[in-house]
């Protein structure tokens, strides 16, 4: 049984930078995909990273690139979300999700069979 689980969510003042990550389990995952989607209250699920397991296929939403860095240890099964320049607007419930390559995988939320419970982040002015 798949399963994805995110960590490393905090309170961070604006400017500042948290890294989450994201450690999956329950098959290999040679021809998966993993993204992040944040939510915000009252708001849908947004896409900011994807990264497919080999470490290829990155990309990015416009509005985190150049300060959000996605990358992955296979080794521990684990993707990380580096943020830097956090800004309140980015604060939101951020969720890791999973799924194969074969079903293209995007920026839809909808493309993705597998969720994590989520990690809160804050960002204070």
């Known amino acids: 049984q798949v399963q994805v689980a995110e960590s490393g969510g905090g309170l961070v003042q604006a400017g500042g930078s948290l890294r989450l990550s994201c450690t999956a389990s329950?098959?290999?995952?040679?021809?998966?995909?993993i993204a992040w989607f944040p939510q915000a209250p009252g708001k849908e699920r947004t896409f900011v990273a994807q990264?497919?397991?080999?470490?290829?296929?990155?990309h990015y939403a416009n509005s985190v690139k150049g300060r959000f860095a996605i990358s992955i240890d296979t080794a521990v099964n684990t993707v990380y979300l580096q943020m830097n320049s956090l800004k309140p607007e980015d604060t939101a419930v951020y969720y890791c999700?999973?799924?194969?390559?074969?079903?293209?995988?995007?920026?839809?939320?909808?493309?993705?069979?597998?969720w994590g419970q989520g990690t809160q982040v804050t960002v204070s002015t």
């Open positions: 999700a999973a799924d194969v390559i074969g079903g293209y995988p995007g920026t839809n939320p909808y493309d993705y069979d597998y």
């Open positions: 329950g098959r290999t995952f040679n021809d998966w995909a």
């Open positions: 990264i497919r397991w080999g470490g290829n296929g990155i």
